[in-house]
């Protein structure tokens, strides 16, 4: 799914987290709504999420949020 996700148009970001006791975030972020729900309904994406219900996942949970504000910090030069 990684793979469709970076070749979808309005792709920005992909991260992976995983908690001490095993539980995983991943967080895929879009330039837009439209962008989104294109990856939301991609075929090979529903087929994915219905193959995790039926055989990896008791349970999930996912969120879709919009960015009101965005702010980067870069110190190239620490001291």
Not at 34 to 46: D, K, N, Q, R, V
Request: hydrophobic share 35%.
């Amino acid at each position: 799914m990684s793979r469709i996700a970076h070749s979808m148009s309005g792709f920005l970001e992909e991260k992976f987290f995983i908690s001490p006791d095993g539980e995983r975030v991943t967080l895929v972020r879009f330039r837009d709504r439209e962008s989104h729900l294109a990856w939301a309904e991609h075929p090979a994406h529903l087929l994915a999420q219905r193959k995790g219900r039926d055989e990896f996942y008791s349970w999930y949970d996912i969120s879709v949020s919009e960015e009101t504000y965005q702010h980067s910090f870069w110190n190239s030069d620490p001291q």
